[in-house]
């Protein structure tokens, strides 16, 4: 596995080498959700009422996010 951000990583994803990005989870009390961040991913911020429900966007919108970077990369 090949890390998000790491250089050469955009190349390595197209070649079809798999990709791990950093993802930290942290819980606001005051606001009573979850809010998930990526330093790894630009435009990654996830907020949720549940952990499980943090975990499913954050696996969603990082997919979406990196196919996004990636299509930006070959123009």
């Known amino acids: ?17 798999p990709v791990r990005l950093r993802v930290y989870i942290k819980q606001d009390l005051e606001a009573n959700v979850y809010v998930a961040q990526s330093p790894d ?18 696996l969603a919108c990082s997919k979406i996010l990196l196919e996004q970077t990636l299509k930006k990369a070959v123009h």
């Open 41 to 58: 991913l630009k435009g990654l911020v996830i907020e949720g009422h549940t952990l499980e429900e943090v975990k499913s966007e954050a």
């Open 1 to 17: 596995m090949y890390r998000v951000g790491f250089p050469g990583w955009k190349l390595a994803a197209k070649l079809g080498v």
